[in-house]
């Protein structure tokens, strides 16, 4: 690896890495900018999509990757962003207003969590997440005269300052959020509360004894992680127009944790690299569902197998590809070999191709590879 | 009081079943540290293999009963030495995570074999009851409170009276020394992994006759954390303690309390009793050692 040379206290901690990295960030955000005018309305709304997850993967990224804990209940805080949205719309907020205030609003119920989390360690904060996620869930199912229950709420086109806002225009206000938060979220890492999450992270005695007061900081990652995702789940309110509570699902908590881990839990480049993913994923299991009965087809067929095989290997092809649980066979087969052959993560894939590039006739795979981790009854 | 009694009563053998699911968390808990979040699925997978050798092959009951156990068992070590062994070492998240991949692909797969529909299996409890008085029992309530018993019964002499069960103990209090003491820690974890599936099986195929066998009977694991966490989740009587109150507290909170409550009275009886004793009702006091 390069070094760099230091020569000043701010060096440590630069927003952007070089300057060709702010170079390549404004070339991405002037071509996102210049999508609406080049890109389709499908592939526009993928990539609002894409963003809202974005947002959801850094608000995890900073709890889970930076203050090392566990939450699989974020899609509570989602559901009370979304619904803090639809009701202050209802009652005419402005949403120049409604915006910010569901990020503090759906805060105050991320730091309202974070209270147990300070005595629960690992496992039991995971559990006491989920346990909320499921109480929100009924709680909104059955708060029928603000919720409206099981029959879901509507919700009319977002306007600012008396605009209407077309997918152009919310693609825009998606991108501006995106971009504040992520900028946000830079500061806030390599902010003194950055490091002292990572410390609690580390090793939660360590920080203790180095002055960190651990209960303040987990709260606060807590507060800022369900703020944030309050802000997606404001977007997510009025991308989707409709919400109901089974769209804040276990299995939606779950995808939120799978872009963390499959982007990479250490860099924020992460979280966007696995929202990227999660929503191509879609669209790519719906080609291949289309595709893959051809590609057997002419496999079998190549292969000059009895008859009675390939017509049951084809019905054996057909009923996989379309069984009704096909997604989340590969989700979970993902999320394993994600686990064990790739821990770092897309984002670590990219550090090590972008390290072999730049070490190009010296890089050495060995070198780039994790160091295998070891139980305690292997060190020898 | 009737109803009171009788509400009980299903709790009781409901909390059972939760018990026997978070008995499988704890086993596994203890001995690795890590949570199985597919411990749902895989009571789940007991059940529908019981459909299969009951319904389908037309077994015996009891003859069925031990081929699931058995299947299962050998299914839990694959599981382990496929997804849990690769990564033993990692963080807890990481294992946790891979657990619910395993617990979505054992859905998915389950989905794919058996099909969606509601499939229920014969058993020599159906429809039979037991009255004292007034009080009517189902049998099959009845044969999940007795072989909850049983079953607490035989792993407790597991563990005390044989060389296996010492030495599964040994690695679940101190890995190092049982390393030291000659014990082959990483086949330990694969075996604690077929107990556990084993009895996770058991009641999925004890709990079949009372739901319906259907996808998403593994849920139900779900509800098998709260009773885990109350009774500490690490010591095997406060499971099944931990069980049978949750399946109390669910029966009596559906019969007494508002539409709605049954399905989150044990989500707010966990965050209740983590905030109150965060390790539990059951749970040891320990301090980690840095």
């Given amino acids: 690896m390069a070094h760099h040379v230091r020569t000043d206290y701010g060096d440590s901690e630069p927003l952007f890495p070089s300057k060709a990295a702010a170079f390549w960030y404004a070339v991405l955000l002037a071509g996102l900018i210049a999508a609406p005018y080049v890109l389709e309305s499908y592939y526009l709304s993928q990539l609002v999509f894409i963003m809202i997850y974005a947002i959801v993967g850094v608000a995890l990224n900073i709890l889970s990757g930076q203050a090392g804990q566990v939450s699989i209940g974020h899609a509570a805080f989602l559901a009370i962003g979304a619904y803090f949205t639809a009701v202050s719309q209802k009652y005419g907020v402005p949403l120049v207003l409604y915006l910010p205030l569901a990020g503090i609003f759906t805060g105050i119920a991320g730091y309202l969590v974070g209270l147990p989390a300070l005595r629960l360690h690992g496992i039991y904060l995971a559990i006491a997440t989920l346990a909320f996620a499921f109480i929100v869930e009924e709680i909104i199912a059955r708060w029928e005269s603000v919720t409206n229950g099981n029959e879901g709420l509507m919700l009319p086109p977002p306007t600012v300052f008396g605009l209407k806002l077309g997918t152009e225009g919310f693609y825009y206000l998606c991108l501006l959020v995106t971009v504040l938060v992520i900028l946000a979220a830079i500061n806030i890492i390599r902010s003194s509360t950055g490091r002292s999450f990572m410390a609690i992270r580390d090793s939660e005695t360590a920080a203790r004894s180095m002055g960190i007061d651990t209960a303040r900081y987990k709260t606060t990652a807590f507060a800022l992680s369900a703020g944030i995702t309050g802000i997606a789940g404001a977007l997510y309110a009025h991308k989707m127009s409709f919400i109901s509570p089974e769209m804040f699902s276990l299995s939606v908590s779950i995808d939120f944790v799978m872009i963390i881990i499959i982007g990479g839990l250490v860099s924020l480049r992460g979280a966007v690299f696995g929202a990227i993913f999660m929503i191509m994923a879609d669209p790519l299991l719906i080609i291949l569902k289309d595709k893959v009965p051809l590609w057997s087809d002419a496999l079998t067929h190549g292969l000059f197998l009895p008859d009675t095989v390939t017509q049951a290997i084809q019905a054996g092809v057909l009923r996989v590809v379309n069984a009704p649980g096909l997604k989340s066979l590969i989700f979970g087969i993902i999320i394993i070999v994600f686990i064990i052959y790739e821990p770092m993560g897309l984002d670590g894939r990219w550090q090590r191709v972008k390290a072999y590039f730049k070490q190009f006739p010296l890089a050495r795979q060995r070198a780039a590879r994790p160091p295998r981790m070891f139980l305690k009854s292997e060190r020898r | ?290």
């Fill in chain 2, 1 to 290: 009081m009737l109803d009171f009694t009788q509400q009980l009563i299903s709790g009781v053998a409901l909390g059972c079943v939760y018990g026997l699911i978070a008995l499988g968390f704890v086993l596994i808990y203890k001995a690795t540290e890590v949570v199985n979040f597919a411990q749902g699925e895989i009571m789940m997978l007991g059940a529908f293999m019981s459909v299969t050798f009951i319904t389908t092959l037309g077994l015996n009951y009891w003859l069925s009963f031990v081929l699931c156990v058995i299947a299962m068992a050998i299914l839990g070590a694959i599981m382990e030495r496929l997804v849990i062994r690769p990564i033993l070492g990692y963080p807890q998240f990481s294992i946790v995570m891979a657990t619910i991949g395993l617990g979505l692909v054992i859905r998915a797969l389950v989905g794919i074999i058996w099909g969606t529909d509601d499939l229920r299996i014969e058993t020599p409890f159906t429809d039979g009851v037991f009255t004292i008085g007034k009080l009517v029992i189902a049998w099959d309530a009845l044969s999940i409170i007795v072989a909850t018993i049983l079953l607490c019964g035989a792993l407790y002499t597991f563990f005390r009276y044989t060389r296996v069960g010492i030495a599964m103990q040994a690695t679940s209090q101190n890995m190092l020394a049982a390393y030291y003491m000659g014990i082959p820690v990483k086949r330990m974890f694969s075996l604690i992994w077929s107990l556990s599936a084993m009895v996770a099986c058991a009641a999925g195929i004890l709990l079949a006759p009372i739901t319906l066998v259907h996808a998403n009977l593994g849920f139900l694991g779900i509800k098998a954390f709260p009773a885990a966490v109350l009774g500490g989740f690490g010591s095997i009587p406060g499971a099944v303690a931990g069980g049978i109150t949750i399946g109390i507290v669910e029966s009596l909170s559906g019969f007494y309390l508002p539409e709605g409550f049954k399905d989150v009275a044990a989500y707010i009886v966990l965050l209740a009793v983590l905030l109150w004793k965060p390790q539990g009702l059951f749970g040891l006091n320990a301090i980690k050692k840095v």
